[in-house]
């Protein structure tokens, strides 16, 4: 097996691949085209919820992930992370009629008040602090644009970045998703120790300030004129289910996350559909062939689209990938690349 690493993106799903790689023993390199966790992982608001519905094969994933990266940060870096809980609003009384029906299928700590539900399954990490803890010991190169990955076809290759048209995917259907973070200081906000949500989220008091979270994109205005303009609208929002009095907006960030249309990551190696559907051409007419028989990239996988929910997903995404390269291991069908490579017509 190869024991050089390349990782092309930094953001959480990149320096996450780039950390369990290396403690697997591989010498690891990671190339970013601008700064280390910039975009869509440095302007989250990283906040750590679970999902309170119905049953579903995406509940299951994002509660299992979520107890996996509590534990991970909490162990590994706990100086960029705080547990707490999530104190849960409804919209409105059909809204909270629905979470009532969702009592029944909560299978952690929780507690039911007057109108809300408090989360005990919660917490809230510092994206750029854990990103640069995560890569501490990996060779990081920023502002580094890799055009042809020629130059790394001995070492095995994690495309761990949205938008790298390094290889022809055309399997990969994904859309891009804009998300704001304001940080905020309010009186008292000190005493504030636990997260809030309600259509967007209020953090705990952590680093010295409380960071508001939204993923919103309306219009056809740039992603950074708009987070202007929806500034007050959505800190008014936020104020009506926790006030912050004398509240004042330290800084704004903005970013893209980019998610598939079925809300899994993609994680795993990398199919040439080039070369699968020249062996296999009645594949497009319906005809099924094992995912054992498809033709795969050497030694290059993906692990990018996490959505809203990159700092959730990406450590248990990354124990996942590692184990995989290391041990031959499974990817569960829901996260694999295979899953998208069945719809192409």
Same mark, same amino acid.
């Given at each position: 097996?190869?024991?050089?690493? %390349? %990782? ?18 591989? @010498? %690891? ?13 440095f ?9 309170? #519905? ?6 299951e ?7 996996? #990266?509590?534990?991970f ?11 707490? #809980?999530? +104190? ?6 059909? /809204? ?32 750029? @602090? ?15 644009? &890799? @055009? ?12 761990? +970045? ?5 290889? +022809?995917?055309?399997y990969?259907?994904?859309?891009? &998703? ?11 906000? @000190? ?5 809030? +949500? ?77 070369? *699968? ?21 050497? /030694? &290059? ?8 929910r990159?700092?959730?997903?990406a ?6 990938? *590692?184990?995989?390269i ?6 569960? /069908? ?12």
């Amino acid at each position: 097996m190869k024991k050089e690493v %390349v %990782v092309i993106g930094g953001g959480i799903a990149g320096c996450s691949s780039a950390y369990f790689l290396q403690k697997a023993g591989f @010498e %690891v390199t990671l190339y970013e085209k601008n700064t280390l966790c910039s975009g869509g992982s440095f302007a989250a608001g990283a906040f750590l919820s679970p999902k309170l #519905s119905k049953p579903s094969p995406y509940k299951e994933y994002l509660n299992t992930a979520l107890k996996f #990266s509590l534990d991970f940060y909490e162990k590994n870096f706990p100086s960029t992370f705080k547990r707490t #809980s999530l +104190h849960k609003y409804p919209k409105d009384e059909k /809204d909270w009629q629905k979470l009532l029906s969702y009592e029944e299928f909560i299978d952690f700590k929780y507690e039911k008040k007057d109108g809300f539900f408090i989360l005990e399954l919660a917490g809230i990490v510092d994206p750029k @602090e854990v990103c640069k803890k995560l890569v501490e010991k990996i060779q990081v190169y920023e502002n580094t644009h &890799i @055009e042809d990955l020629q130059e790394f076809k001995d070492k095995i290759i994690i495309i761990a +970045h949205p938008n790298q048209n390094l290889l +022809h995917l055309p399997y990969i259907k994904t859309k891009d &998703i804009g998300g704001y973070r304001y940080d905020v200081l309010f009186k008292g906000c @000190e005493t504030k120790e636990f997260n809030s +949500h309600r259509e967007l989220s209020v953090s705990c008091y952590f680093k010295k300030k409380i960071a508001v979270g939204a993923t919103y994109l309306r219009g056809e205005k740039e992603l950074e004129e708009k987070a202007l303009c929806d500034s007050e609208h959505l800190l008014k929002k936020a104020q009506d289910f926790y006030p912050m009095v004398n509240m004042k907006l330290l800084k704004h960030y903005t970013g893209y996350r980019n998610m598939t249309f079925d809300f899994f990551p993609i994680v795993g190696k990398a199919i040439n559909s080039d070369a *699968t559907l020249k062996k296999y051409p009645y594949i497009k007419k319906g005809t099924k062939v094992p995912p054992s028989k498809y033709i795969y990239y050497e /030694d &290059i996988y993906l692990h990018t689209a996490l959505g809203s929910r990159g700092f959730v997903y990406a450590p248990y995404n990354a124990k996942l990938l *590692t184990d995989h390269i290391t041990k031959n291991t499974s990817i569960p /069908d829901r996260l694999s690349p295979v899953r998208l490579f069945k719809k192409l017509k």
